[in-house]
């Protein structure tokens, strides 16, 4: 909103300046009048819209190949984090606070003006004449009109002459729709009071009004130097009202001035054609460059030239070289990628293997673009790499934009995908010999489930679901170890398990150790699933329950290493009385009620990486808490809802849409 009222700012100071140097002094008043809303009107238009830079050319390409990503067994990755930063207001939200604090003062002052109309109306007596009704107060005040309305004090009596003239200037005003004008400039005003062009505006028309006016009066009463006294004997005038049309404005100089001043010739009329470049200056400064999506030949040696790589979101805190935060973004992409990719099953069950390549630009704004796979393994398999790169956009992830000489440019990617299966996937795929009971497999057809979402009938929904709900679990129990985060150890713990033909975990282990209190926090978090009311639903190969082994990734990561950790340090659950979240899914505001011990209470809103993206403490908890939070700002998806006290957690999944 802040950028759109500089463009708009922008385009009324152009306007506006070519107003007050060469036509506010010509007697054309109607077409000044003209003018200045045509220029409000086009200030308004211009910024939205899109136009296209004439002769733009392609855009400058690099083209990067990336690492490739193997896809084998699903898995999902739990980010365990011990501390975050306590939500602070940027910059941009001081400013945003500000601009809505202006806006309600500007529309309790334009509501003030209105009533006090409302009220003068209410206690007046009213007449009515042949195309106006006299509005008789007796508050002293000038005359003033408002549409129809002629507001007149009887503290104020005039000679006939004088009331003649004055009834005649207020007609002028009437007739020709002023408090219209006035209307439209103060709803802008409420808008855009930032920018001082509004207030610009704002005088110059009321001062035309006043021109048109007086010329009006002017062409019933020749003697000008006698209505020029009697605007002077008004001079001294009581209290004003923002939105009525007075017969005395402060301009009174501009006025007597404009009176006396020589009709401008016909000739004069050429200055307004100088708004028609000014005009198409503007559309060029508002164009925006078109970016073909062609292909640069660069060699590999060229990319060192530029200055900066685009990087995928979530590193950009990190501290350290370029190059780490290259690594670290492109680490976070894997990530990304791991997460949301899935083996398609037809291709799992034709045990077709393979590299995908697909290629994509991340464009000036940071956005992916012209997603495309280049080497093609599999339909299914393409579809699911190029819905991946798609999600990216879906879910608002904004990339780093690349940077060369200075300038954000193009950058082409291509990222190979390969989809590989095991020696024992591939034996899998065959139909020859039987299954046999103690076999363990990797990748089976129907892959087991965390319980919870047995009423979906999407497959691929279905698995997302339990993924989620799996999460929910674990983040309601595990806790970060007091001497770990104490010793500043972070680090992601791998561990493997067996889901058994009943839904039991059996062969749980630790494949990649972090730390011994660490360690023994993953196997204690996962071994408590074989004590949940439902066990997990076994994996299918062939039409028999199987033996499938799963690897859980869950990272440990300190956010501030000199905080101490804001997480549970028990697993206990915490009791609710009452609880609701609607809607749910939301597409902003989450309507948050529940009911349970008063005391300090805190209450988080965690991603599907189990990283804090909204919080509020509650240290004073009465027992009681009915509000909304909002979720608008935050990428589409699915969410961890995580209300904790002391060393007892609740959770429950938030999908925003």
């Given amino acids: 909103m802040i950028t759109y009222i500089l463009g708009v700012t922008l385009c009324w100071a152009a306007f506006y300046g070519l107003y007050a140097w060469l036509l506010s002094r010509a007697t054309f008043f109607n077409l000044n009048r003209a003018y200045l809303l045509i220029a409000l009107m086009l200030g308004l238009v211009l910024p939205l819209t899109p136009w296209p830079a004439p002769g733009g050319g392609s855009a400058e390409m690099i083209t990067v190949t990336l690492q490739p990503i193997t896809v084998g067994i699903e898995a999902v990755e739990i980010v365990v984090t011990a501390t975050a930063n306590e939500p602070g207001l940027s910059l941009w939200d001081v400013l945003l606070i500000l601009y809505w604090a202006g806006v309600v003062v500007s529309t309790l002052r334009f509501g003030y003006g209105l009533w006090t109309l409302w009220g003068l109306y209410r206690r007046s007596d009213r007449q009515k004449y042949q195309g106006y009704t006299l509005v008789s107060t007796e508050v002293w005040h000038t005359p003033f009109s408002f549409f129809r309305l002629l507001f007149w004090s009887k503290q104020m009596p005039y000679p006939p002459e004088d009331e003649e003239k004055i009834i005649r200037h207020e007609q002028a005003h009437m007739r020709q729709w002023h408090s219209l004008d006035v209307l439209w400039i103060e709803l802008l005003s409420i808008i855009f009071w930032p920018s001082p062009m509004v207030f610009l505006y704002s005088r110059s028309l009321r001062v035309v009004h006043e021109y048109l006016a007086d010329h009006a009066v002017l062409k019933h009463h020749t003697r000008k130097k006698q209505y020029g006294h009697l605007l002077l004997r008004q001079s001294q005038s009581g209290p004003q009202i923002a939105l009525a049309n007075y017969f005395l404005n402060s301009q009174l100089k501009k006025r007597i001035v404009m009176m006396t001043k020589t009709k401008s010739k016909r000739q004069a009329l050429i200055r307004y054609l100088l708004v028609l470049p000014l005009l198409f200056g503007l559309v060029l400064a508002f164009a925006q460059q078109p970016e073909k999506n062609k292909k640069s030949e660069v060699a590999g040696e060229v990319f060192k030239v530029v200055e900066e790589m685009p990087r995928f979101p979530g590193c950009e805190d990190t501290e350290g070289s370029a190059q780490e935060k290259t690594q670290c973004a492109n680490q976070k992409l894997m990530e990304f990628i791991g997460a949301n990719l899935r083996y398609p099953e037809d291709a799992k069950k034709a045990g077709i293997e393979g590299t995908s390549v697909v290629r994509f630009i991340v464009n000036k704004e940071g956005r992916l673009e012209d997603i495309q796979v280049v080497r093609s393994i599999s339909p299914s398999i393409d579809e699911e790499v190029a819905r991946v790169m798609k999600l990216m956009n879906e879910q608002g992830l904004q990339w780093q934009p690349g940077h060369q000489r200075g300038k954000a440019v193009n950058v082409e990617f291509n990222?190979?995908?390969?989809?590989?299966?095991?020696?024992?996937?591939?034996?899998?795929?065959?139909?020859?010999?039987?299954?046999?009971?103690?076999?363990?497999?990797?990748?089976?057809?129907?892959?087991?489930?965390?319980?919870?979402?047995?009423?979906?009938?999407?497959?691929?929904?279905?698995?997302?679901?339990?993924?989620?709900?799996?999460?929910?679990?674990?983040?309601?129990?595990?806790?970060?170890?007091?001497?770990?985060?104490?010793?500043?150890?972070?680090?992601?713990?791998?561990?493997?398990?067996?889901?058994?033909?009943?839904?039991?975990?059996?062969?749980?282990?630790?494949?990649?150790?972090?730390?011994?209190?660490?360690?023994?926090?993953?196997?204690?978090?996962?071994?408590?699933?074989?004590?949940?009311?439902?066990?997990?639903?076994?994996?299918?190969?062939?039409?028999?329950?199987?033996?499938?082994?799963?690897?859980?990734?869950?990272?440990?990561?300190?956010?501030?290493?000199?905080?101490?950790?804001?997480?549970?340090?028990?697993?206990?659950?915490?009791?609710?009385?009452?609880?609701?979240?609607?809607?749910?899914?939301?597409?902003?505001?989450?309507?948050?009620?529940?009911?349970?011990?008063?005391?300090?209470?805190?209450?988080?809103?965690?991603?599907?990486?189990?990283?804090?993206?909204?919080?509020?403490?509650?240290?004073?908890?009465?027992?009681?808490?009915?509000?909304?939070?909002?979720?608008?700002?935050?990428?589409?998806?699915?969410?961890?809802?995580?209300?904790?006290?002391?060393?007892?957690?609740?959770?429950?999944?938030?999908?925003?849409?």
């Fill in 415 to 657: 990222l190979p995908v390969r989809f590989a299966l095991s020696a024992k996937d591939k034996a899998a795929q065959t139909e020859a010999g039987p299954i046999s009971s103690e076999e363990i497999f990797k990748v089976v057809e129907e892959m087991p489930r965390f319980p919870g979402c047995e009423d979906i009938a999407d497959k691929e929904e279905r698995q997302q679901c339990a993924n989620m709900k799996m999460m929910e679990f674990i983040f309601s129990q595990v806790r970060y170890p007091k001497d770990a985060r104490e010793a500043g150890i972070e680090g992601m713990a791998v561990a493997s398990f067996v889901v058994n033909k009943e839904g039991r975990l059996e062969d749980i282990k630790i494949v990649r150790p972090v730390y011994p209190s660490i360690d023994e926090e993953v196997l204690r978090v996962i071994s408590l699933m074989n004590d949940m009311a439902e066990p997990w639903i076994a994996g299918e190969h062939r039409d028999r329950l199987v033996n499938v082994q799963l690897n859980l990734p869950v990272q440990f990561k300190l956010d501030n290493k000199d905080q101490k950790a804001q997480l549970p340090e028990t697993g206990n659950s915490l009791e609710m009385k009452t609880f609701s979240a609607s809607p749910n899914p939301t597409t902003g505001a989450l309507n948050l009620r529940f009911e349970a011990e008063a005391q300090p209470t805190t209450i988080r809103i965690l991603d599907s990486n189990g990283r804090e993206v909204l919080q509020e403490s509650l240290p004073k908890f009465n027992g009681a808490y009915n509000q909304a939070l909002d979720l608008g700002k935050l990428p589409k998806g699915a969410y961890i809802l995580h209300i904790s006290q002391g060393d007892k957690a609740f959770t429950e999944k938030v999908i925003l849409r």
